[in-house]
């Protein structure tokens, strides 16, 4: 009988790994732990986190505060390599303010996550990521020349961040020349702003009335 022996193409046990093979064979453990042994995240925390995203997992920057309970809060999905990123802005496009279940996030975002990511496969993130867009406000702030103040009115919410800026130089428009004249001694500027959700009683509907018209029933209040 014959019997042909076969050499695996393999390293042999003991044998010393190359640099640059160590370096991917860490890679790889350490995406495994980071799998395998999440960092905990509690809401309200200020730390970028690691959230699902189909098939992949992405980093994003969290909103704290900005949430309805336990069980949603806002994130904006960055690309991995934040903030050294700027070469790959052509490939990945940020989403603006998102809704994201917290059922989705895996833990605090870690570096050996990166390989996981729509960007280290070499793609855009797609068109629907599963998540709806965070809603969006605009702050109508008179500020004294020792940067101290107040808001004078808060708009909101919206869907969609250009409405915000939108109706923002809108009332912009409508303040200059006037501020001076209505409260003395402070600017007033409007800005659009994260809509802050815990807070909302304390703001007008932009979709109920004319904000023209809302700014100036505000500055009448101030003014009378």
């Given amino acids: 009988m014959i019997r042909r022996l076969f050499r695996r193409c393999a390293t042999a046990p003991g044998t010393v790994l190359a640099p640059e093979d160590q370096v991917v064979v860490d890679a790889f453990r350490a995406m495994l732990a980071a799998l395998r042994t999440p960092e905990p995240w509690i809401p309200g925390c200020a730390q ?5 995203v189909g098939a992949y997992i992405e980093r994003a920057h969290t909103r704290p505060g900005d949430d309805y309970g336990p069980d ?10 934040t903030p050294h990123a700027a ?17 989705t996030v895996l ?3 870690q570096p050996a ?11 855009d993130l797609p068109d ?25 009115l808060r708009l909101g919410p919206y869907n969609q961040t250009r409405l915000a800026s939108r109706d923002a130089d809108r ?4 303040l200059a020349g006037k501020a001076a004249t209505i409260i003395p001694g402070c600017t007033v500027t409007a800005k659009d702003a994260p809509f802050n959700v815990s807070d909302h ?3 007008a509907d932009p979709y109920d009335a004319d904000v023209a018209a809302l700014l100036a029933d505000a500055l009448a209040g101030m003014s009378g």
């Fill in 107 to 109: 833990g605090l975002w």
């Fill in 201 to 203: 009683d304390s703001y």
């Fill in 72 to 81: 949603v809060i806002a994130v904006a999905l960055v690309h991995p390599g």
């Fill in 48 to 52: 970028d986190v690691a959230v699902r």
């Fill in 171 to 174: 009332l912009n428009t409508e």
């Fill in 128 to 152: 629907d990521v599963g998540m709806s867009p965070a809603h969006y406000g605009v702050d109508v702030q008179a500020r004294h020349p020792d940067g101290s103040g107040f808001t004078l």
């Fill in 113 to 123: 996550y990166t390989a996981l990511t729509h960007a280290a496969a070499g793609l």
């Fill in 87 to 103: 070469a790959y802005a052509h490939r990945y496009t940020r989403k603006g303010w998102l809704r994201c279940e917290t059922d």
